[in-house]
């Protein structure tokens, strides 16, 4: 049988999930509704009412030509002619399960790591169950939360083993709200995912034939937070060309910038957005906010209590509408608090840029090893080649835009890897200099949406060749006298582009960086 694995529902048969309705007729539903495989889950039942209730299901999957799967019975499953068994890692060995139930048996097994899931595919695993992606009620025995990122390492590892391709699903608290994220975030170079198994979002549903359609178009359809996939470009000469454009657009649309940001740069932020800013720390507010079309800020500098959860509800809302969002993990690296906000925000939601110092930038990609002194990224003894693998990395695994800001700021898509070496020794000398930056490119991640990574680059050498202006002056003589004219130089950088007037581009220093090139490995950034 040809299986297709988009949209694999898991029975629960509980009371607080079937409430008055019958097993069978929320299955029938849901399998109307688009359901492409069905696995039977009982962990308590008695062995004669689950082959029933396995009959029953098995009627109704083969009239829809799905097959039907039992969970860890593979008694149940012979004794009901079912199309296959699935596993868990304590489970009956599927070599023994194959033999028993026969060469044309599907056997699923649900892996965690890279080791079972080598193991299971070693073993004839017709599919996998990789998770749990997040924590859910449903199974309340899962040894281990492994994340998006564990389930893009699994797919990665698999990749590489040289034969034929086994179909894997996500498993573990995948809903409407989180299913896209799940799907495009785990994807490798090499390999996706094939579908997601649910149980809470089409059992408990009020409707699950409409659950089930909801869900497999969500499946089907890209994202609506990735945008438009257009030709970008690459050589510095042409990005910076269109820099004026899009800081024209800026001017033209005027777009919200939703700032959730630490308080004390609340209002250096406002005065440096060139949007409209509003500072909205409610996470009630988000979704409102989200449909007027702007960006929204994620600035962790001020972790207050609550924080995170209206952190959430606002990642979402903007996802939701596929509106931008930056990510800023101020201090990610400081405490435990910290460290452990990073991680359940980095699953909470897709970031169309993550920026931070190289510190920050590696808490995101996972070294829990880092200790910063409050919100200092401390000494490098990285090379330049370092940082630009780092941000390469991250921008990979994340789907995303990276920039690792510093003495020299380097910005990354996962293809394009670029240094930007503008900006002012003033800019480390005032607070907030690197949240507010945060600030300008969200604004022009705003006002245009083709290119996250040329909106990127545009919103920092606006603002980092402003800061270079800004010292060149006669009347700045330290910070003090500095931030009033950075300001000024702002807001007449965009009077030149609204003028067409591109002189104050010339001072761009962007330099694209192949890795092939051994030059510049060794230069220290």
């Known amino acids: 049988m040809l299986v297709d694995y988009s949209v694999y529902l898991v029975t629960d048969g509980t009371p607080g999930i079937l409430g008055e309705r019958s097993l069978g007729g929320v299955v029938r539903s849901a399998v109307e509704g688009g359901v492409t495989v069905v696995q039977y889950r009982d962990k308590y039942g008695e062995t004669a009412a689950m082959i029933e209730k396995a009959n029953t299901l098995r009627s109704t999957c083969e009239q829809y030509g799905i097959p039907l ?268 608090l910290r460290r452990d906000a990073v991680a359940t925000l980095m699953g909470s939601g897709y970031y169309e840029v993550i920026k931070g110092n190289e510190n920050e930038i590696r808490v995101c990609l996972g070294d829990t090893t880092i200790q910063q002194k409050g919100v200092d990224s401390g000494g490098s003894v990285s090379t330049m080649y370092d940082k630009a693998l780092l941000v390469q990395r991250l921008a990979r695994r994340e789907h995303n835009v990276i920039v690792l800001t510093g003495k020299i700021d380097y910005i990354s898509d996962g293809a394009r890897t670029y240094v930007v070496n503008n900006g002012s020794k003033y800019l480390g000398a005032i607070t907030g200099s690197g949240c507010t930056l945060g600030t300008a490119i969200a604004a022009c991640l705003a006002a245009y949406r083709e290119d996250a990574l040329l909106a990127t680059l545009s919103g920092m050498l606006m603002y980092e060749i402003a800061a270079e202006q800004a010292e060149e002056r006669e009347d700045v003589k330290g910070p003090g006298t500095f931030v009033p004219a950075f300001i000024d130089e702002l807001y007449g950088i965009a009077q030149l582009a609204q003028r067409s007037d591109e002189s104050w581009l010339e001072k761009a220093a962007v330099k694209e960086l192949n890795f092939e090139d051994k030059r510049w490995h060794d230069l220290s950034g």
């Open 69 to 336: 799967i039992i969970n860890d019975r593979v008694d149940v499953a012979l004794a009901s002619n079912a199309h296959g068994v699935h596993l868990g890692q304590t489970d009956m060995d599927p070599l023994v399960a194959r033999r028993i139930l026969g060469p044309d048996a599907i056997i699923g097994v649900t892996v965690s790591s890279c080791a079972e899931a080598i193991s299971a595919i070693n073993a004839g695993a017709d599919y996998l169950g990789i998770g749990t992606v997040y924590a859910t009620p449903t199974k309340e025995d899962a040894k281990s939360i492994i994340g998006i990122a564990g389930v893009r390492e699994i797919l990665e590892r698999i990749s590489t083993l040289g034969r034929n391709k086994v179909p894997t699903v996500a498993i573990g608290g995948i809903n409407f709200k989180n299913v896209q994220r799940v799907m495009y975030m785990a994807q490798t170079d090499h390999q996706k995912l094939d579908g997601v198994a649910v149980v809470s979002a089409i059992m408990a549903a009020e409707d699950p034939m409409f659950a089930a359609q909801t869900l497999r178009r969500l499946i089907k359809a890209p994202p609506a937070f990735i945008g438009a996939l257009p030709e970008k470009e690459k050589q510095v000469a042409q990005l910076i060309g269109r820099v004026p454009d899009i800081i024209t657009k800026l001017g033209q649309k005027h777009p919200l910038c939703h700032n959730m940001t630490n308080l004390v740069v609340q209002n250096f932020a406002a005065n440096v957005a060139l949007a409209i800013p509003i500072m909205a720390n409610n996470g009630d507010e988000a979704s409102e906010l989200a449909a007027l079309g702007g960006a929204l800020v994620l600035n962790m500098g001020s972790l207050t209590p609550g924080a995170i959860s209206n952190y959430v509800k606002a990642i979402q809302s903007y996802n939701a509408c596929a509106q931008p969002v930056l990510f800023d993990p101020v201090g990610a690296g400081a405490t435990r």
